[in-house]
């Protein structure tokens, strides 16, 4: 069964500051996918990542995929309170069911303070 | 993308009761999903509904008590049966986009006293 951790469930962090939020996963994938979700709210899809050095930048959140060592990476630069949300890294599991399942890590929660 | 509405939006029952919950997209989707999210947690894929076919669950949900209809393209329901509070969460519907992408509809919070 395919697992997704996250480090850390928890992020306090200072407005203008960088800080990495890691996504490892148990088993071979080639997807994975960024979400964030504001309390109350439903997700809303950040990034796509489909290949293995797969790199996107959305404004201050960047994220990458090294499918070899099974981790992906959503890096924040310059924090900005608007940031202050749960982010979720999901992991496909392709081949190994006849459907598409995603499966979602724990959760980041996220705190950009003034 | 997709514009997906579900409907309730919120609701508080008894237990004992049973729920159904709509998902409407404005697009024909092949499959589409349900999730649970429970206070605090993550999503948990409940189930995968193709059109035509019988949903798929997941280990440790089962059809009598979470029944899915996939009428069509465009349309899911998902009822939560004889409700006790270990079922108070936000079920949440999604759909795969082409190969890629999974959007997500605004959610149902629910409350069972």
């Not at chain 2, 499959?31 to 949903?55: C, D, H, K, V």
Request: net charge neutral.
């Amino acid at each position: 069964e395919l697992k997704v951790e996250q480090n850390p469930l928890f992020l306090s962090m200072q407005e203008g500051k960088n800080y990495t939020i890691y996504c490892n996963y148990s088993t071979t994938s080639d997807r994975l996918y960024w979400y964030r979700q504001d309390p109350g709210k439903s997700l809303e899809s950040l990034f796509v990542l489909l290949s293995n050095g797969a790199v996107k930048q959305e404004g201050r959140l960047m994220a990458s995929l090294d499918t070899k060592a099974r981790l992906s990476t959503l890096h924040i630069t310059a924090a900005v309170h608007d940031l202050s949300a749960t982010y979720f890294c999901a992991v496909d599991m392709g081949m190994k069911t006849s459907y598409d399942k995603v499966i979602f890590g724990p959760g980041t929660s996220l705190s950009v303070i003034p | 993308s997709a514009v997906i509405s579900q409907k309730p939006s919120r609701d508080i029952c008894q237990r004992g009761t049973s729920l159904t919950i709509q998902c409407q997209v404005d697009s024909q989707v092949t499959m589409m999903f349900w999730y649970r999210q429970q206070p605090g947690q993550s999503l948990t894929l409940i189930a995968t509904a193709n059109q035509g076919s019988e949903a798929t669950y997941e280990s440790g949900f089962v059809i009598d008590k979470f029944p899915i209809s996939r009428p069509n393209l465009t349309f899911s329901t998902l009822t939560v049966s004889n409700m006790s509070p270990e079922d108070s969460s936000i079920y949440l519907c999604s759909v795969e986009v082409g190969w890629n992408e999974q959007f997500f509809g605004p959610g149902t919070r629910l409350t069972v006293l």
